[in-house]
């Protein structure tokens, strides 16, 4: 049986994670769909090299930088009196990092396919800049905002290689759904396996199902 604290310690990595990446993703989705700085495309590369690079890759280098010797980690001990390798924290880090290109990705093609005469229009009846975030871009990226969320929300449930790397397998601290599973198939302990593998491809193909019928719905709506 599936321990509860697995379960609830899987969730919580997922919704913190989600949270800071609506909340660092968002204004870097909308420099990188709205800025005009040289260094966009590079800063575009390097978000969105976690779709490619092998997780154990920025694991490893994320180890080094949470290490007690690091600066970072060094840093983190003098504030916080404790370390930061193979603890929540380093997950939630790591998973931010990690998790980036999915939350920024739908949000940059929504601010970028959002129409400047919408923005303009708010701004000539006397619409602060948090008055068109609010009235203009929320309401016509909402779906983008829902995808970006999911997918965030998905994809950290869905880690291994970095979580790993950075947390190691402390039980009621680091041990997510996607450790626990490796850690009773190198048990033998089949079942068990079996019940978390078939629980997280439901959840990863419930969440797909419900992202694409919102998306034909909201087709549906502007078709008709």
């Known amino acids: 049986m599936v321990d509860i604290n697995v379960i609830w310690l899987t969730i919580k990595l997922a919704g913190v994670t989600t949270g800071w990446l609506l909340l660092l ?5 909308w420099w990188l769909a709205r800025g005009q700085s040289r260094v966009r495309t590079a ?7 976690p779709l490619i690079l092998p997780p154990t890759v920025l694991g490893f280098y994320l180890l080094i930088a949470f290490a007690p010797q690091s ?45 400047e005469s919408l923005l303009e229009a708010a701004a000539v009846l006397g619409a602060s800049p948090l ?4 009235s ?6 909402r779906h983008s905002f829902l995808t970006a969320a999911s997918l965030g929300f998905a994809h950290t449930v869905g880690e291994f290689g970095v979580v790993l790397m950075i947390g190691g397998n402390i ?10 599973l490796y850690d009773r198939v190198e048990a033998l302990h089949f079942n068990e396996a079996h019940s978390m593998a078939g629980g997280l491809m439901l ?22």
Do not use: K
Request: hydrophobic letters at 50%; charged letters at 10%.
């Open 25 to 29: 993703g968002t204004p870097l989705a």
């Open 43 to 49: 800063i575009e590369a390097l978000v969105a090299l």
């Open 71 to 115: 600066a970072l980690g060094e840093l983190w001990q003098q504030l916080t009196g404790s370390r930061l390798a193979f603890t929540f924290n380093a997950l939630v880090i790591g998973s931010v990092i990690y998790s980036l290109p999915f939350v920024v990705q739908p949000l940059r093609a929504a601010f970028w396919q959002l129409p």
């Open 131 to 134: 008055d068109c975030w609010v």
């Open 136 to 141: 203009v871009v929320v309401p016509n990226c």
């Open 171 to 180: 039980p009621g601290e680091t041990q997510v759904l996607s450790i626990a």
């Open 203 to 224: 959840f990863s193909f419930i969440m797909l199902y419900l992202l694409y019928r919102h998306g034909h719905q909201q087709s549906w709506r502007i078709q008709s």
